[in-house]
């Protein structure tokens, strides 16, 4: 049995977090300064933590290692596995033409810009963030704009800024899976605080995307159509975050906004058609579909349908009875030597507690393995060849090959960080922040979505860090991870693998520097306004913090 120990360094606090955090900051330079693959820096930062935890707080080398392999092993199940399947269903949708279908559906609906920018930028870009995640909305949604004709720096920038607040809860919920899965705390209740976080965003950033397109009168002009997408968005990101969980609010609540926005469109339109001022008159409408060429209704809801049957499928794998004969395929793996082989200590605990190490291989149970069974129908409903299915198939797994290693080896890196001791010590000096914490925690994950370009990553390295300080803190840990989520996803637009995506998707390859400007002011601005919500639920609402 291996006790714990969090002051390896001349007995303080402070230099022993000083050097726990070298391998966090390591990974940021290899990310940021180095430019390193992320799959490269994740690895490499894998191996400096283990000399760290080894080396420095006496964490046994063949422990060290088993943890980053447990890690390792739970970042490609079910974590990795969800994300396979969800980008897996989307793709079929793109190569058997029916995203096209969803495109047209959309962008037909309007000719004004701030219209389109809301059904596409916010609400489709959300729908894209539900089902699939990882950079998929805003190269999507980025080179639609574009297409549409959109000043490709705005093309980019608006799909940046509206993509935030449905960031927690992208790719079916993993970034809060994975935070549950990494800290051992409940999906649902994380997701229940997120989801009373960031519909306030939501609220306000079809409203913000206006200003920044048309200024404070340009907003006035399409003010319903602003407000009827954000408090349609809001109202049900809050309703199925509370009460279903955290893999379905993105996809209903950007599907409710769509419809909601679609309805006001057939009684209301702008009283002008706004365009940007540089637009030429002779490209206003690239790519927009005559009338003669927009989908029938059948086509619509007929590429629609696999994103509806993926949703009957999530709730229908939540429902309890469901659960528990799924549950009968599921292997637990007792992790050879850490399962309980490891203890943590006081302050951390009252007293010593082995923590435990099971692997859950859930074959049918994953969420993973419910999305994939919408894939099957989707082959059947888009009248997919097996042959293209297989090959959709092949393709979507070697375009993930090193997004799967890199999330793998930053679980690793997380697991290693909560078994050896060296998260816990980290925690003891934020505790230090006393009563600021609650405000400086979404900072926390703010800082790691800029640096990792996942709020995922960000939520895996620092999760279990926000739950041990709220712990030392005295405060509800719920409050703490899910501020590290809910201010994650304002780091999003400017994080450097964004930001190159959203260049990449407008042609503005070269300008990265201009957009990261754009970008900046907004994400500052929307990370302190999560952190005043955070710390107003910390003392002035705390009776609203779920437990």
């Known amino acids: 049995m291996f006790t714990q120990w969090y002051t390896p360094i001349a007995g303080s606090v402070g230099w022993s977090a000083l050097v726990a ?3 966090i900051l390591y990974f940021f330079v290899a990310l940021v300064g180095l430019r390193m693959r992320a799959h490269v820096a994740a690895l490499s930062t894998v191996i400096l933590a283990i000399l760290d935890a080894w080396i420095v707080f006496r964490f046994p080398l063949d422990k060290a290692v088993s943890a980053s392999i447990y890690g390792m092993f739970t970042g490609l199940w079910p974590i990795g596995w969800i994300v396979f399947a969800a980008v897996f269903l989307y793709r079929i949708t793109v ?10 559906s959309i962008s037909g609906l309007s000719e004004d810009r701030r219209i389109q920018a809301l059904l596409i930028a916010f609400s489709f870009g959300a ?3 539900g089902t699939s995640g990882f950079g998929t909305p805003v190269a999507v949604a980025a080179a639609m704009l574009a297409g549409l004709g959109f000043n ?3 093309a980019a920038g608006i799909c940046l800024l509206a993509n935030t607040a449905p960031v927690a809860f992208g790719a079916v919920g993993i970034p809060i899976t994975a935070m549950a899965t990494a800290t051992g705390s409940s999906p649902l ?4 605080m997120v989801g009373r976080i960031l519909p306030f ?6 409203f913000w995307l206006m200003v920044v397109m048309s200024g404070w009168r340009g907003m006035r002009e399409v003010f319903p159509a602003a407000l009827t997408c954000g408090l349609s968005f809001a109202i049900t990101q809050f309703a199925v975050s509370n009460f279903v969980g955290p893999e379905l609010p993105d996809i209903l609540a950007a599907i409710v906004s769509i419809l909601c926005l679609m309805i006001l469109l057939r009684f209301w339109q702008p009283k002008t058609v706004w365009r940007f001022p540089d637009e030429p008159l002779s490209t206003l409408h690239p790519g927009q579909p005559t009338r003669t060429s927009r989908p029938r209704a059948g086509e619509i809801f007929r590429a629609w349908s696999p994103f509806l049957v993926l949703c009957l499928f999530i709730i229908l ?3 309890p009875a469901v659960k528990n004969v799924l549950a009968h395929a599921t292997v637990l793996v007792n992790w050879p030597d850490l399962h309980l082989k490891v203890a943590e200590a006081a302050p951390i605990v009252n007293k010593a507690a082995p923590l435990a190490a099971q692997w859950k291989l859930d074959i049918l149970g994953a969420t993973g393995t419910s999305i994939l069974l919408a894939a099957v129908v989707a082959k059947f409903i888009l009248g997919q060849s097996w042959a293209n299915w297989f090959r959709t198939l092949n393709e979507t797994f070697r375009s993930l090959i090193y997004p799967l290693l890199t999330i793998a080896f930053v679980v690793g890196f997380g697991y290693l960080f909560n078994y050896s001791g060296m998260a816990a010590t980290i925690a003891m000096a934020l505790a230090a922040t006393g009563a600021l914490f609650s405000f400086f925690a979404p900072f926390l994950g703010w800082l790691g979505v800029f640096l990792t370009g996942s709020d995922t990553s960000s939520d895996l390295l620092f999760g279990n860090l926000q739950k041990l300080t709220a712990l030392q803190l005295g405060l509800n840990p719920y409050l703490t991870m899910g501020a590290n989520s809910a201010g994650g996803v304002m780091g999003k637009m400017i994080s450097p693998q964004s930001i190159a995506v959203g260049t990449s998707a407008t042609g503005l390859v070269g300008h990265e520097g201009d957009l990261y400007r754009f970008t900046l002011k907004h994400s500052v601005a929307l990370v302190l306004f999560v952190a005043i919500i955070t710390t107003v639920y910390a003392y002035v609402f705390p009776n609203a913090i779920p437990h």
């Open 21 to 23: 955090v070298i391998p």
């Open 95 to 104: 190569n058997t033409g029916f995203f096209d279908v969803i495109r047209q």
């Open 127 to 129: 729908f894209l963030e």
């Open 152 to 154: 490709p720096m705005y």
């Open 189 to 192: 209740l994380i997701s229940q």
């Open 201 to 206: 965003a939501s609220l306000i950033v079809p």
């Open 317 to 319: 794998w939540a429902i």
